[in-house]
C-alpha cells in the first residue's frame, strides 16, 4: 500500500492560481489509479479529479472542469493539481488519494490510502 502526503496549500485570492502536490511512497505507485478530494467545513467530502495509472485519462467533477489540471509524474512518484481561477467556494482540505483500480475511480470507497490533506483557502 502506498503512502501518500500532500503539500502546497495556502491563502490565496479570488482568480489566483496555485499548485499543489502528492508525494507517494511505494514500488507499485505507478499501477495505481489517483486522485484528488476535497472537504470543506461541515460538508461531505467530495471528487474533485482523477487520474489513470498511465496518466493519459482523467476526469473531473463539474465543479471544476475547465478551471483544474490533475497529472501525474510517475518517475517522481507525485500526482499535481494545478488550479486556476480559484473561487472561495473552492476553500477545503484538498486530499490525495489511491485506490488499487488502475483506471482510477470517483468513489470514496474503491480508495485505500489517503493522505493527511492540504488546507487551500481562497479570499474574496
Known amino acids: 500500500q502506498v503512502q501518500l502526503v500532500e503539500s502546497g496549500g495556502r491563502l490565496v485570492q479570488d482568480g489566483d492560481s496555485l499548485r499543489i502536490s502528492c508525494a507517494a511512497s511505494?514500488?507499485?505507485?505507478?499501477?495505481?489509479?489517483m486522485s484528488w478530494f476535497r472537504q470543506a467545513p461541515g460538508k461531505e467530502r467530495e471528487f474533485v479529479a482523477g487520474?489513470?495509472?498511465?496518466?493519459?485519462?482523467?476526469g473531473y467533477a463539474d465543479s471544476v472542469k475547465g478551471r483544474f489540471t490533475i497529472s501525474r509524474d510517475n518517475a517522481r512518484n507525485t500526482v499535481y493539481l494545478q488550479m486556476n481561477s480559484l473561487k472561495p467556494e473552492d476553500t477545503a482540505v484538498y486530499l490525495c488519494a489511491a485506490t488499487r483500480l488502475s483506471r482510477g475511480s470517483r468513489n470514496l470507497a474503491d480508495f485505500g490510502a489517503w493522505g493527511p490533506g492540504t488546507q487551500v483557502t481562497v479570499s474574496s
Open positions: 487520474v489513470d495509472f498511465s496518466g493519459r485519462n482523467t
Open positions: 511505494g514500488r507499485l505507485f505507478s499501477s495505481y489509479g
